[in-house]
Nanobody, 124 residues
Framework: QVQLVESGGGLVQAGDSLRLSCAAS????????MGWFRQAPGKEREFVAA????????TYADSVKGRFTISRDNVKKTMYLQMNSLKPEDTAVYYC?????????????????WGQGTQVTVSS
């Protein structure tokens, strides 16, 4: 079955950087559009970034644009989220997700596969 496993979360200070990874198995990763979402305590899960299967196109939430970079390595079947200039409001559980739709989507309901999440905590 499909497995998405996130790693790389942790506790950092404001202004620091982190790189999240999402290792995929059980799906044809190289032809699957992928995304990152996050959920803060008491809030709904929200879109962070998405990347096309080829890596040729990406899209970001306005709140992370210019600070976060999404990328992927189809040989390693892994997706990444480089997070720079972290802010306390970035504190959340971060989830990677995959969609069978062949287009970039910011709608969590259009994603079919989900990881278990990794906690990112940014202290001020």
């Amino acid at each position: 079955q499909v497995q998405l496993v996130e790693s790389g979360g942790g506790l950092v200070q404001a202004g620091d950087s982190l790189r999240l990874s999402c290792a995929a198995s059980g799906l044809t990763f190289s032809s699957t559009d992928m995304g990152w979402f996050r959920q803060a305590p008491g809030k709904e899960r929200e879109f962070v970034a998405a990347i096309k299967w080829s890596g040729s196109s990406t899209t970001y939430a306005d709140s992370v644009k210019g600070r976060f970079t999404i990328s992927r390595d189809n040989v390693k079947k892994t997706m990444y989220l480089q997070m720079n200039s972290l802010k306390p409001e970035d504190t959340a559980v971060y989830y990677c997700a995959g969609t069978r739709l062949r287009r970039l989507s910011t709608d969590l309901h259009e994603y079919d596969y989900w990881g278990q999440g990794t906690q990112v905590t940014v202290s001020s």
